[in-house]
């Protein structure tokens, strides 16, 4: 089902496409979220480290935000070929399925954004267990996902609504802090911290993203980022 959704339910590059008007128009709610977790994440990916963008989409993060050495995985074929034909000079981009990891192969730094809210507990584990294998040791993987507390329901009732893309169906596991320590507490190979983001800024991104980004600032300095309605998780593996 997961599959039908990023192959049939999201148009070609349609995530790139919400980010670039958001660039160019500097204003804009959703455009808004998701620049300013790319933004976040962007500080992991410095020069001469190697990175892997696993569940790439069509490739944003890498086309736009990445210093390392990246690579993209992605299930959905179409994704894929929107990436190549737009960051094929930022980075490589390869179908899931269609790509093998080899022994020798590390990463310094592995982003998920976005993901584990789409699947189970049982498969957001799995998954982490795996790309550890390829990960180097003290090497970090950094996904993101909604905080499902306060206000991110209200959030997504207006998202469903107003989208061209209803996620009512597709987000079956709804976190919060206290969920994902208790997820994150079962992996012995990594230590790991969570971080929240993304406060009452959102509503002031309709007139400026900048106007946002100062408020977001603001409000995380005097509230020591209490309020969030994303979260950050970083894994450092042990």
């Not at 990023?6 to 670039?20: A, F, H, Q, R």
């Not at 309709?206 to 994303?230: R, V």
Request: hydrophobic share 40%; charged share 25%; glycine share 6%.
């Amino acid at each position: 089902k997961m599959n039908e959704f990023w192959e049939k339910d999201l148009t070609i590059g349609y995530y790139d496409k919400i980010v670039n008007d958001g660039i160019r128009n500097r204003r804009g709610i959703q455009s808004y979220w998701h620049i300013s977790t790319l933004k976040k994440v962007s500080k992991y990916l410095e020069k001469n480290l190697n990175h892997l963008d696993y569940a790439c989409g069509p490739g944003t993060l890498i086309g736009l935000y990445s210093n390392s050495n990246s690579l993209g995985l992605d299930i959905a074929a179409k994704q894929i070929e929107y990436a190549n034909s737009k960051y094929l000079n930022k980075g490589k981009f390869k179908i899931i399925s269609d790509y093998k990891f080899i022994e020798n192969e590390n990463f310094d730094v592995i982003t998920i954004l976005g993901l584990i809210e789409f699947i189970n507990d049982d498969e957001a584990r799995d998954l982490i267990l795996t790309l550890e294998k390829n990960l180097n040791n003290s090497g970090k993987i950094i996904l993101t996902t909604p905080n499902y507390s306060g206000i991110m329901n209200f959030y997504e009732v207006l998202l469903n609504k107003f989208s061209k893309v209803n996620y009512s169906g597709e987000h079956i596991n709804k976190k919060n802090t206290s969920d994902l320590i208790s997820l994150f507490k079962q992996l012995d190979n990594f230590d790991f911290s969570i971080h929240k983001f993304m406060n009452l800024s959102l509503f002031f991104s309709i007139f400026s993203h900048s106007i946002a980004e100062k408020i977001e600032n603001f409000i995380g300095k005097i509230f020591k980022n209490y309020f969030g309605s994303l979260i950050i998780v970083e894994l450092i593996k042990k």
